[in-house]
């Protein structure tokens, strides 16, 4: 820099600001993310929606689920794992200088054959949306995707997935009354004790009162298949 | 610069060209089922380990009934294919995953996988002949479970996985039941076909199935396999 000084310095200002141009790409992108409910009789917790890079995962199969996950697969409260990805949004903030993650949280419940779209934005060449959202009458199962890549959608295009069930692994599938959260019971939801395999893998399904299991809450209704919802992301303006 | 044009006229004539280099990786997804030792191999287009519809091999059937993979093994030397050396040679635990590195194969050259799924009587996991694409990249999977059709799903474990012995030989994660009365004693299809699920119960001292409903259903895909050609 010190060449810049005398009778350089204009042009090396000149070359600062194209500098900072080159070096800060990450002009914003805005995302309308719609999910389809695609399941007979599971109403869907409000969405947990973040766009992200690959320095964040939400889940890997076979590991431990986060609280915030566990959190969000019990009772569909979501705000603990956005402020995990949030918290993730800082160390990256504080390596980058600037953001490169986004958060938001949907609404409110997805009943079945109804959907729901929320608008979120980020900045960054790669982007990767993961998103959650628990089926309300299970112990812990959640419709799901994890680092989605997006970073190749141009404006007014759509992409399009289906949404696999997921098992958090943190409660056991009892299927009793006093731990489903949802209209099919009205039991407990998160429960701190892990009492389950302990790692996050696909869900195997519900059995279900009508399929031998007569301690069950859930009737025929609420059994569900892969997959179980219909993610639309669209690029807007 | 004589030592770099040399090294690359070698290149140009050698049979390398021909080949490519792939990484691959096999994800257990399901909750509560194992997978025994797979086999992997690479072949030609003509060479299949089954065909969906179609009655399986006494090859297959040993791999499917009791995880016995050397016939199948011996069918795909016999057709001039490679089988390549697994990283987790033991039984494949759920959410647990399997890696291939570093892999030369012929271009042109397909992909086979396939593992037992236990505790079932005859359902196995299976790539059936996927094409190697030649362009450098990532490549995702998903795999389902497949029912071989030779054996009923009687769902008791009994130690049973010699071909035509009935019974599930092992449940590896010890979560189920005894002195169940089974389930079926008909195998309705005896062709290959998707199986349909373990039914299970929750009756651990008896009732129709050693399985437990709550653990070892599974809803497909139940397995993932991610190709890198380097």
Not at chain 2, 28 to 52: A, C, I, M, R, W
Not at chain 2, 218 to 226: D, I, M, R
Request: hydrophobic share 40%; glycine share 12%.
């Amino acid at each position: 820099m010190r060449y810049c000084m005398g009778i350089l310095k204009g042009s090396c200002a000149v070359f600062a600001a194209a500098f900072l141009i080159t070096g800060c790409h990450h002009d914003t992108r805005n995302y309308e993310v719609e999910v389809v409910n695609l399941t007979q009789n599971q109403p869907f917790s409000p969405l947990a929606v973040v766009l992200h890079d690959s320095g964040y995962a939400p889940w890997t199969i076979g590991s431990t689920a986060s609280q915030g996950l566990e959190l969000l697969s019990e009772s569909g409260d979501n705000s603990q794992f956005l402020d995990e990805a949030a918290e993730n949004l800082s160390r990256e903030a504080l390596i980058n200088a600037h953001g490169r993650m986004s958060r938001v949280s949907g609404e409110g419940l997805i009943l079945p054959g109804e959907s729901e779209a929320v608008q979120t934005s980020v900045g960054g060449y790669e982007i990767l949306l993961s998103l959650a959202t628990m089926l309300v009458n299970t112990n812990d199962g959640y419709a799901g995707v994890e680092a989605f890549d997006i970073s190749d959608l141009e404006v007014g295009e759509e992409m399009t997935r289906f949404l696999t069930m997921y098992d958090a692994g943190t409660e056991g599938n009892s299927e009793l009354a006093s731990s489903i959260p949802g209209p099919a019971a009205g039991g407990e939801g998160f429960n701190v004790a892990r009492d389950d395999v302990n790692y996050v893998a696909h869900h195997p399904g519900v059995v279900s009162s009508v399929d031998g299991y007569t301690d069950s809450a859930l009737d025929q209704s609420h059994r569900f298949d892969n997959p179980a919802a219909l993610l639309v992301v669209r690029r807007i303006e | 610069m004589i030592a770099g044009a040399v090294a690359t006229q070698g290149l140009i004539f050698s049979p390398i060209l021909l080949a490519e280099n792939i990484d691959i990786e096999l994800t257990n997804l399901t909750q509560g089922l194992y997978f025994t030792p797979l086999l992997f191999s690479v072949h030609d287009e003509s060479t299949h380990l089954y065909q969906l519809g179609q009655p399986a091999s006494a090859e297959l059937q040993a791999m499917a009934e009791g995880g016995d993979i050397s016939g199948l093994q011996g069918l795909i030397d016999a057709a001039g294919g490679v089988n390549v050396e697994d990283s987790e040679p033991e039984v494949l635990a759920p959410a647990s995953s399997t890696q291939i590195l570093d892999l030369e194969v012929d271009s042109a050259s397909f992909l086979s996988i396939t593992g037992m799924i236990l505790p079932t009587n005859d359902g196995f996991v299976a790539l059936n002949g996927w094409k190697i694409p030649s362009e450098a990249g990532t490549y995702t999977i998903y795999l389902n479970a497949y029912d071989a059709g030779t054996e009923a799903n009687d769902e008791i474990v009994n130690g049973g996985g010699a071909s035509g012995t009935p019974g599930i030989p092992a449940n590896p994660g010890a979560n189920g039941g005894v002195d169940a009365t089974g389930v079926t004693f008909d195998e309705a299809n005896t062709m290959i076909h998707v199986h349909r699920g373990n039914v299970g119960d929750t009756d651990l001292a008896g009732g129709s199935s050693d399985l437990d409903s709550r653990i070892h259903r599974w809803l497909n895909p139940v397995a993932k396999v991610t190709v890198t050609v380097n």
